[in-house]
């Protein structure tokens, strides 16, 4: 654990009460749920560790808009995807060969490690720029942000989830044999804001009020609204995703630096959501299933996966010893092996990690790509990245740096060839 991560301030006590004091009977409620949720979890965990990789959903592009109401449910659950050939191999060989060369005409730019930098800070080179703007690519996001819904009499407004937009990420080029530590089992998209912020709370309502099996990940009500950043902390992102997601630009297999993930995205946003107001009983182990063994306690600062850093905080990092009913050094499975052109995606709450140890024999390679809806904070936000775009700079969520604006080979307005494309990047498409 870095040592620049601190612990939970203790006026995070007081958020605990806050919490406990708004939903009726709260303790009561939560400890029920609680002891339901260790027992699934144990009976959970067991069956995902037996079965691997193919607890990851995969369907080809050419699928989405034919698959059964049974098959989207699994997928639902689950809350991650591979989808196959999105993308043209040969295209997509392509973007893989663009990035090579710009990384090498450019040996100034910012990356890491830095003696051998593999993951980039740049997010205007000529083949992200292409990725995002295909077609089949924003066809795909669409799909998946049609995933969430509006439950019954709700009203969310000006929310378009048949409007994808782009949200401008980084890309990898990971070598074989090099051990990566940078990306353990963590949660995107909100730190301490899951608790905090009272809208971002509201979406896990039923799990507070000790109804969790009703928990809706795909409910829009508060997710759009949400603050995911109250502490303006770089590489926050600001936008509201539905799905986190990356486009392979080559062979990647498990044990090959690929994406990991925990594939039960209700059960682990349950008892991650509830498991600061548990500790064990004096004397009873922590890694404990027996209900009997845990009470009810809200008298420490304690949010365990939560750090602060700096003025700010980060997390959810859950760990064996801080969520040790997640068994994750059995359940955090690799995503099947992928190919050139296709993609995989995960749900804006689902834990994942990268693997930490590349056996294979050549580069993995991906550009970060993710599902955006048109919401209005999401295309004010775009507006801003496309006026980062046209300077060359960082977009607005990222670290500021240099920028590109200086480098040989980067992406241009004219290399958005789609309408869909262009509208995506918040340019105006003029109607013939």
């Not at 304690?302 to 700096?310: A, E």
């Not at 200086?406 to 290399?415: M, N, P, Q, R, S």
Request: hydrophobic share 35%; charged share 25%; net charge negative.
């Amino acid at each position: 654990m870095s040592s620049e991560l601190g612990p939970c301030p203790p006026r995070f006590v007081e958020l605990k009460k806050e919490i406990a004091a708004t939903y009726p009977d709260f303790a009561e409620r939560v400890t029920k749920a609680w002891g339901e949720i260790l027992q699934e979890l144990d009976k959970e965990t067991k069956e995902i560790a037996a079965k691997g990789s193919q607890n990851v959903p995969e369907v080809s592009f050419s699928e989405l808009g034919s698959l059964s109401a049974e098959r989207v449910q699994e997928i639902k659950r689950k809350g991650c995807i591979v989808i196959r050939d999105v993308v043209d191999d040969a295209e997509a060989k392509q973007w893989q060969a663009w990035l090579r060369e710009y990384v090498t005409k450019n040996p100034d730019i910012e990356g890491f490690p830095e003696n051998d930098k593999q993951f980039f800070q740049l997010y205007w080179t000529r083949s992200q720029i292409k990725a995002r703007a295909h077609p089949n690519v924003l066809e795909t996001t669409k799909w998946l942000n049609q995933m969430y819904h509006v439950r019954d009499g709700d009203n969310v407004a000006e929310v378009d989830l048949s409007t994808p937009l782009s949200y401008a990420d980084r890309f990898r080029i990971r070598h074989p044999g090099v051990q990566w530590d940078a990306h353990p089992p963590h949660i995107d998209g909100g730190s301490i804001e899951r608790w905090e912020d009272q809208v971002f709370r509201g979406c896990f309502a039923e799990i507070l009020s000790g109804d969790w099996r009703t928990h809706d990940p795909y409910d829009l009500r508060n997710r759009v609204n949400a603050r995911s950043s109250l502490y303006k902390r770089p590489n926050q992102s600001t936008v509201f995703r539905t799905y986190q997601g990356w486009l392979a630009l080559s062979e990647t297999a498990p044990n090959e630096g690929t994406l990991q993930v925990f594939p039960n995205v209700l059960l682990s946003n349950a008892y991650i959501v509830l498991r600061p107001f548990f500790t064990p009983k004096e004397g009873r182990s922590v890694e404990s299933f027996d209900p009997e063994d845990w009470q009810f306690d809200i008298s420490n600062p304690d949010f365990p996966g939560i750090y602060s850093l700096g003025q700010a905080f980060t997390g959810p990092r859950p760990n064996t010893k801080t969520h040790p009913h997640l068994r994750l050094d059995q359940t955090m499975v690799s995503v099947p092996k992928v190919y050139p052109g296709d993609m995989v995606f995960w749900h804006c709450d689902v834990v994942h990690a990268v693997e930490k140890q590349h056996v294979g024999t050549e580069d993995s390679t991906v550009m970060y790509i993710p599902a955006v809806p048109y919401t209005p904070a999401n295309a004010a936000y775009v507006e801003r990245q496309r006026e980062s775009f046209l300077q060359g700079v960082p977009p607005p969520d990222f670290p500021v740096t240099k920028g590109e604006g200086h480098c040989a080979g980067i992406g241009k307005v004219d290399d958005i060839e789609s309408p869909i494309g262009k509208r995506a990047m918040g340019f105006t498409v003029q109607v013939a």
